[in-house]
């Protein structure tokens, strides 16, 4: 199936200065004319700066991306998205000691309509991210008396989004959500788009459901406490972006991928923002992944692999999803689906990026295919895969491939 899908004409605006894209981002004119997503202002009393917004366009499921400075603390838009009596807010040991939890509780009881918050700390990191941890947040809702009339709040990166998520989708068999992500990965990608679950012993990702929140309120301030490791993985996945279907942004990250790097306000937000429109507009188009939103997990077959083969939480996210890139770069090449200079671009953007770009020495052949086999994406026993193919922003979701290119990948990367 191609990447494209259907598009419709769409005016994209900046935050404040009623620039578009287009005049921000040299060569994005073509981009624009097919952008389904829109972007406008949104005027806050309270926060630093007007914060734009990226409308997920689901119907009766619709909700909005609040983008911009200053929002954690803005209770104003966060309110006006926790329209319950009672919130459980939801996050990480890293977070609380950060003092975010403390300031999204304040934010939260601000209101002239009192709300009554609870709060659930969990342990940080994708090896937490199971049954037996999600089980903390039901326990905790259970004994504070929660009712299907509240709201969990996401407060974090990718797993506790992808947790709070499924566990509002199965507590009393659901309750609202809103997402306040915290990680460059949480804030364009896994905070996007309703999915949410826990991984399995035997697979990432395997337990979940597909949940939509109410509103996703992106603080990108959150982002100078993030570590560099992490902050640096989440940029891989803005890559993907620019590989899978925007070419211009994939120019863009190439010429400003040391401003992102040393955290540059406007450059966070310009490519956060960016991002959350491909993802929206995929979103709006594919919502249960039958078939265009597929792509947006170029490399990530692979890469899940990694994850799962190493034991979670040895390598980043980001950092798998990197690997696996080059890797699906390289059999796009093998395949003669593009040309070389793609894969070298690929490669050296994700190595400015910080990013490996080649195979953790742990993982054997046979360990790619045994995990593979169980990918989310394989039907009837067939593995598919996210491949790059015509020109940069262009991609195929197929099973139908020669597997010894697959092969020749393997036998490039894996070092045994």
Known sequence: MSARGVRAPVAVVARDTGKTCAQRCPGVRSMIARRRALVTPRASSTAKEAAATVRVDL???????????????????????????????????????????ERTVKALEGGDTKIRVETVVLPDGEEHKNLDVLNMVYTRALETRLDRGTTFVALGGGVIGDMTGYAAASYQ???????????????????????????????????????????????????????????????????????????????????????????????????????CINKAEVVAADEKEGGVRATLNLGHTFGHAIET??????????????????????????????????????????KKCNTPIEVPEEMTIQTFMDLMAVDKKAANGKLRLILLKGPLGECVFTGDFDQTKLRETLDAYVKK
Not at 66 to 95: C, K, M, P, Q, Y
Not at 183 to 206: F, I, P
Not at 321 to 329: I, P
């Open 59 to 101: 119907g009766d499921r619709s909700y909005p991306i609040l983008i911009g400075s200053g929002l954690l603390d803005d209770g104003v838009a966060l309110r006006e998205h926790v329209t319950s009596s009672t919130a459980l807010v939801v996050t990480n040991e890293t977070i609380a000691k950060l003092g975010y939890l």
């Open 173 to 275: 068999r659901g309750v609202k959500f809103v997402q306040i992500p915290t990680t460059v990965m949480a804030m364009v990608d896994s905070s996007v788009g309703g999915k949410t679950g826990v991984n399995h012993a035997l697979g990432k990702n395997m337990i979940g459901a597909f949940y939509q929140p109410e509103c996703v309120l992106i603080d990108i301030d959150a982002l100078q406490t993030l570590p560099d490791r992490e902050f640096a993985s989440g940029i891989a996945e803005v890559v993907k972006y620019g590989l899978i279907r925007d070419g211009p942004f994939f120019e863009w990250l190439e010429a400003n991928v040391d401003k992102l790097l040393a955290r540059d306000a406007d450059a966070i937000v310009y490519a956060v923002e960016r991002s």
């Open 309 to 350: 083969g190493l034991g979670y939480g040895e390598w980043l996210h980001g950092e798998a999803v990197s690997a696996g890139m080059c890797m699906a770069a390289d059999m796009s090449l093998r395949l003669g689906w593009i040309d070389s200079s793609l894969k070298d671009r690929t490669i050296n953007l994700l």
